[in-house]
DNA sequence: TCGAATAGTTGAGACTGTCAATCATTGATA
DNA sequence: TATCAATGATTGACAGTCTCAACTATTCGA
């Protein structure tokens, strides 16, 4: 019998509150599923933009998943220690190293997706199936128009 | 001029990525905002989350945001130690303490308020007003029944 | 009354977000 | 072509967050 607060709580009609909120939920969920394959969920999905290219840089990993450039050194090198990745030089630019998964790495992967797939199916169990494809295409327009923040560069500026 | 890598990118399918993906997107907005009155996210959330009450337990407060106990203790230090919240003791209750606004408190909910709902403007930019209510809504159901995941789950509906 | 459960607190260890600085390499240009 | 700015990767640092375990004070039930 939680005791529930009584006033009218303004957090849950803010959506910044309610997606920090969600993904919390979500990640934890991801977590507790990947946990049977030893992976976090923040190197499941290096692992998974490895696999799916065959190979990306760096830097398009950082731009990507929208992580420090400092960060994705970090889960490389723990999924390289595993035998999951390797570093690829890239041969058409020196500076860069293509992250490319090992055979090992696709395995770890199959795997470990369908354990993230389950993970996402208790987060939104609240939601039938065609919530859950408008949720995903109202996300992904957040993320993909978001995250590419070219140089319009209002004069609000300040920003990042 | 930003090389997209090639491959079909499986993470944007996933649901609890984009949930990882945006929620991020709208914490840097929203930190970015809440910057000007010396506030961050998590101190904002206890923040609003006091005034609206007007004074929860900060046991009510875990649960509500989803947060571990101690972590509550070290918001609460903080936003007390700036004269923004006070710890009142539950008459019917002695072990707990409620975190209550003080005036400064409410005050500066007020402005950071306006500030959050700038950035929330910001980090949605990409959908329209319409949207954003089926956002806001389909979120509300998966924080708040998933929220709630007691052995008995019992209390069910009351949720409007 | 006694023991289990609860509210709050403290402390620790791992993970995350953000910056600044460094090195090698690339690309543009005088 | 020599040079310099920009870029990719790396390291190190520091604050913030998540998750536990342990502890005290208080409440509640048998």
Chains 1, 2 share one sequence.
Do not use: W
Request: positive net charge.
């Amino acid at each position: 019998m939680s005791k529930r607060p009584a006033g009218r709580l303004e957090l849950l009609d803010d959506v910044g509150y309610l997606l920090a909120r969600s993904s919390g939920i979500a990640v934890r969920h991801t977590n507790d599923a990947l946990a049977e394959v030893g992976l976090r969920v923040r190197q499941y999905s290096v692992l998974s933009a490895a696999c799916d290219t065959g190979g990306i840089s760096q830097r398009a990993l950082s731009d990507f998943l929208g992580l420090d450039p400092s960060q994705i050194v970090a889960l490389a090198d723990e999924l390289q220690r595993r035998g999951l990745v390797e570093r690829v030089p890239d041969p058409r630019d020196r500076r860069t190293r293509l992250i490319t998964p090992t055979d090992a790495g696709r395995q770890v992967y199959a795997q470990s997706k369908a354990a993230a797939e389950a993970a996402s199916e208790r987060s939104l169990a609240p939601l039938t199936d065609d919530e859950r494809g408008i949720l995903r295409e109202l996300l992904r327009r957040v993320v993909t128009v978001t995250s590419r923040e070219p140089a319009v560069a209002s004069e609000a500026s300040s920003a990042r």
